[in-house]
């Protein structure tokens, strides 16, 4: 049975009453993992728009919490020996239960599970004076200071955060120019004038805060490390650190947990606090930095991207993003509202700033921010930029207990020159690649498998991919020679020997059918110049034509060659076939492929005499005897039975001289001639008055087949 996966069963995060059933069930599954007996479960947080939840339940161990992570297995575990890292460590955070496996977590619908101790009372820290806020920052400072060190499992997936404010900072800045665009197309609902009116206003503090960080000690505070930092909470605040039965602040929910610098979540705790009282109260800020401060010590140059990253707009940004999603929604009165009581908040917070000594410089008009920000080095970084822009002189920042800010390195782009060149190192490398060998069980997915599969069947080992390049040609152009190569090359490509093809492989097109019946009729002493003469033979019935690229010795070899033999259970796959099968049926062991062309004319004009013939010899061939075609012989179309017939009268002792004798070859010499093809190209030319030119001008072969052809003519004229 399918496992069923935990997946978001809603889209509003908070007290949801009920979880799907299928997790409900699961959650019994998951308690029998561990040694306890559940009495009860008390369904307590969900997260229905991220598919998670938290339970109370009552065991014989006392209570405990049951909580589904939402995130990915490999997310969670560093979150979850994180957690164990902490207690070890005698952090006040929830110690968790191991299965009965030793496990700190067991694994079902896709998501990690854990068991926890419940810890009560708890209870909020009081937010109506400045002592429950220095509770919670010391009660925070003491968390990232026992976080330094943590390394996260083999396993688990690297949470961090630490080098990502300048990509973190442009994301907030480029989401201004939508916020502008939404706001202009929804024009007439009643906040989006007001937020038009304050965008100019948010965007400028975002891009002056970013200019500043790249000109911060930002990049030697992260060079040293993600375990030299240690980890943040990330969503740290009143509701999750709490005061403990001790009186102490106690951390919970730490599944969010990622390496980075411990003033976030430091900065998030005092923005959202200021915005609360709706006002920046210096006096607050200066106690709940020197609560922090005792607990967890913060250097100069970390209280410099502190107040850095107080100056962003982050407030605004976090409730105004979500226009975005729904603007008929987010463009309400209440909004309007909302947006006015920021603006207020954020006329009290510049002033707070200078007096804690914060210096955020003005970017120039024509600066750009860094598009890329990266490790060059584990130990160094730098900020990239596509569109290269000198960076204005530095600015000297005179602070009574902070050092100057450092401009950051930036690395220039690389030469184009310098970035083709591995690029034709490639294709160098690619060109000169072997050819591939396709097995011989691959499946056949398109023409060119086909063909090259073949092609791979072909291969002998001493024929390589001239071999290979040679069938094609031949396979497609038996007769004509390709124009787009030398002479020499053509001689080469004839000579090849024929590829072979096994018996058992699969006959996959009309190409695979003509090359299986070419090697079920191969002898093994013959090759491809005897291939050749037989394709010749069969398509043009010309059996003792010449081929100009032949010695008189070669023809004479080719025409005393036996003529192949076709299996009885070869399988006919094609027209050809039957007619290759019938042939060989009627065949006598002393006939040769010049008999099978008589006959055909024979049956079509048996009466007729050639005119090439002397009466001797037309005599002759009429009193042949006619060879006896089998009873049982399949006859399968007209032309068969007519063949059969003629067979049947043929005489054994007829030659190739009848076939090389009749009209026939005289009318199709012209068609199939390489000689003549050329020369249907020319013009019609006065041959009287040519004159070729000398032998040096041009190559010995092309001045001959000039001869050739101008001999040829003047002779045809003269007849």
């Known amino acids: 049975m399918e496992q069923w996966l935990i997946q978001p069963w809603g889209d509003v995060e908070g007290d949801v009453p009920t979880v799907p059933p299928e997790l409900e069930a699961m959650t019994h599954e998951v308690v029998k993992e561990y040694d306890m007996t559940v009495s009860d479960m008390l369904l307590i ?5 991220k598919g998670g939840a938290i339970w109370k339940i009552q065991t014989d161990h006392g209570p405990r919490s049951l909580k589904v992570l939402h995130r990915t297995p490999q997310r969670s575990l560093y979150s979850i020996y994180a957690q164990q890292y902490l207690k070890e460590k005698g952090a006040r955070v929830p110690g968790l239960i191991p299965s009965i496996t030793g496990q ?74 939508w916020f502008r665009h939404i706001s202009i197309l929804y024009s007439d609902l009643p906040a989006s004038q007001k937020l038009h009116s304050l965008l100019d206003k948010y965007e400028m503090q975002a891009r002056n805060a970013l200019y500043t960080l790249e000109q911060s000690p930002y990049k030697e505070l992260v060079q040293r490390g993600e375990t030299a930092w240690g980890f943040a909470h990330q969503d740290y605040g009143w509701s999750n650190g709490q005061v403990g039965p001790d009186g102490q602040i106690w951390i919970i929910d730490l599944d969010g947990v990622a390496y980075d610098l411990p003033i976030r979540d430091l900065r998030k705790l005092m923005t959202s606090t200021m915005e609360d009282m ?87 008009a024509d600066w750009q921010p860094s598009l890329n920000f990266h490790l060059i080095q584990p130990s160094k970084l730098s900020f990239d930029m596509e569109t290269v822009l000198p960076l204005p002189e530095r600015e000297t920042i005179t602070t009574d207990n902070q050092p100057d800010f450092d401009p950051l390195q930036v690395a220039q782009p690389e030469a184009d020159v310098a970035e083709a060149q591995p690029v034709l190192e490639q294709r160098e490398i ?36 001239t071999h290979k390049e040679a069938s094609k040609q031949k396979e497609s152009r038996a007769e004509q020679g390709d124009t787009r190569q030398l002479p020499v090359q ?52 010309r059996p003792e034509q010449a081929n100009s690229h032949q010695t008189p010795e070669q023809r004479e070899i080719v025409k005393n060659q036996p003529e192949p033999t076709v299996p009885e259970n070869a399988p006919i796959t094609s027209r050809r076939d039957e007619k290759t099968v019938k042939t060989n049926r009627s065949k006598d062991t002393d006939t040769e492929h010049t008999r099978k062309e008589a006959s055909k004319r024979k049956a079509s004009r048996p009466e007729q005499a050639n005119s090439h013939q002397t009466p001797e010899e037309r005599e002759i061939v009429k009193n042949q005897p006619e060879p006896t075609v089998p009873e049982n012989a399949p006859t399968t179309s007209r032309r068969d039975e007519k063949t059969v017939k003629t067979n049947r009268s043929k005489d054994t002792g007829s030659e190739h001289t009848r076939k090389e004798e009749s009209k026939r070859k005289a009318s199709q010499a012209d068609q199939h001639d390489p000689l003549n093809r050329i020369k249907s190209s020319l013009p019609s030319l006065d041959l009287s008055n040519l004159s070729l030119p000398q032998p040096g001008q041009l190559s010995p072969y092309t001045h001959e087949l000039l001869n050739k052809i101008v001999n040829k003519r003047k002779g045809r004229e003269n007849k």
């Open 278 to 364: 709706g006002g920046w109260d210096l006096a607050w800020i200066r106690g709940m930095i020197d609560a922090y401060h005792q607990a967890n010590p913060i250097e100069p140059e970390l209280m410099q991207v502190l107040l850095i990253d107080m100056a962003m707009p982050n407030e605004f940004y976090k409730h105004v993003k979500e226009v975005v999603y729904e603007p008929e929604l987010f463009f309400s009165a209440e909004t309007e509202a909302m947006l006015e009581r920021m603006e207020a908040t954020d006329a009290t917070k510049w002033p707070a700033l200078a007096e804690l000594g914060a210096h955020i410089l003005e970017a120039p």
């Open 45 to 49: 947080t969900t997260k229905p728009d």
């Open 490 to 541: 053509r001689e080469i490509v004839k000579n090849q020997p024929e590829p072979i093809v096994q018996e058992s492989a699969p006959i996959t097109s009309r190409r695979d059918e003509k090359t299986v019946k070419s090697n079920r009729s191969e002898d093994t002493g013959t090759e491809r110049t005897r291939k050749e003469v037989n394709k010749r033979k069969a398509k043009t019935s």
């Open 104 to 177: 700190l977590s067991v694994e079902h619908g896709g998501k990690m599970w854990i068991v926890t101790d419940w810890i009560e009372p708890l209870t909020p820290a009081a937010k109506i004076d400045l002592t429950g806020a220095e509770q919670l920052c010391y009660g925070l400072g003491e968390f990232h200071k026992m976080s330094q060190g943590y390394v996260p499992p083999r396993g688990a997936e690297n949470a961090s955060r630490l080098y990502r404010y300048p990509m973190s900072y442009f994301k907030i800045l480029t989401k201004f120019d």
């Open 430 to 465: 690619v060109t000169t690649q072997p050819e591939p060998t396709v097995p011989e069980n691959a499946p056949l997915t398109s023409h060119s498998d086909e063909k090259t599969v073949q092609t791979n069947r072909s291969k002998d080992t001493g024929a390589e991919r």
